[in-house]
């Protein structure tokens, strides 16, 4: 059974930094796509990057390029998203999810990071 | 990047009956890699249908997905309970794969 579970969320201030990770279980984290979306409270799902199955290339939405990395450890079988010079508008509940082909099959419970002063 | 316009906002149904979801978006979707999701208030979203019109593992027949190029719909053809929810759609064909704002289903 594939699971994931989303770890490191909490509260920073803002231009602080995160890193979230995601354990990943029934499937290895480099045998598929992986993605993280985030969804602000109270408002839609925001795809905020991806990485490539075999070749590993990374994607990432405008409103965090430069600040927010995706890396996977495949001894760790874990996803991670480094999350730098973190805005209040970066507040949201962060998913992380196997994606199969473009789409996002699976998904975890979520981690909540909040940014405030 | 692509726009996905979701209509209506809230769609207000009884348990039995047929619910049509609209999702438009502001190019065409290459391949129709067009995606549904499920959301349940405090829940992690769930994939219903993929590639516009295929149906995820363990999805029910009674919701089926349409369309092609710009325009697309989500399907449930009679509403159980289980089923007042919020839906999304995603495109998948270009970077950044962009989300639709949402139609909620809601009990009448």
């Known amino acids: 059974e594939v699971q994931l579970l989303e770890s490191g969320g909490g509260l920073v201030q803002p231009g602080g930094s995160l890193r979230l990770s995601c354990a990943a279980s029934?499937?290895?984290?480099?045998?598929?796509?992986m993605s993280w979306i985030r969804q602000a409270p109270g408002k839609w799902l925001e795809w905020v990057s991806g990485?490539?199955?075999?070749?590993?290339?990374?994607y990432y939405a405008d409103s965090v390029k430069g600040r927010f990395t995706i890396s996977r450890d495949n001894s760790k079988n874990t996803l991670y998203l480094e999350m730098n010079s973190l805005r209040d508008e970066d507040t949201a509940v962060y998913y992380c999810?196997?994606?199969?082909?473009?789409?996002?099959?699976?998904w975890g419970q979520g981690t909540l990071v909040t940014v405030s002063s | 990047e692509i726009v996905l316009t979701q209509s209506p906002g809230t769609l207000s149904l009884s348990p039995g009956d047929r619910a049509t979801l609209s999702c438009r978006a502001s190019?065409?979707?290459?391949?129709?890699?067009l995606a549904w999701y499920q959301q349940k208030p405090g829940q992690a979203p769930r994939l219903l249908i993929y590639?516009?019109?295929t149906r995820a593992t363990g999805i029910p027949d009674r919701f089926s997905g349409s369309g092609s190029g710009t325009d697309f719909t989500l399907t449930i053809s009679r509403l159980e309970p289980d089923d007042f929810a919020v839906y999304y759609c995603?495109?998948?064909?270009?970077?950044?794969?962009?989300f639709g704002q949402g139609t909620k289903v809601e009990i009448k």
């Open positions: 029934g499937f290895t984290v480099n045998s598929d796509g």
């Open positions: 190019q065409s979707v290459t391949n129709n890699f």
């Open positions: 999810a196997r994606d199969q082909g473009w789409e996002h099959a699976s």
């Open positions: 995603q495109q998948c064909a270009f970077s950044p794969r962009t």
């Open positions: 990485i490539g199955a075999s070749d590993g290339r990374t």
């Open positions: 590639d516009a019109s």
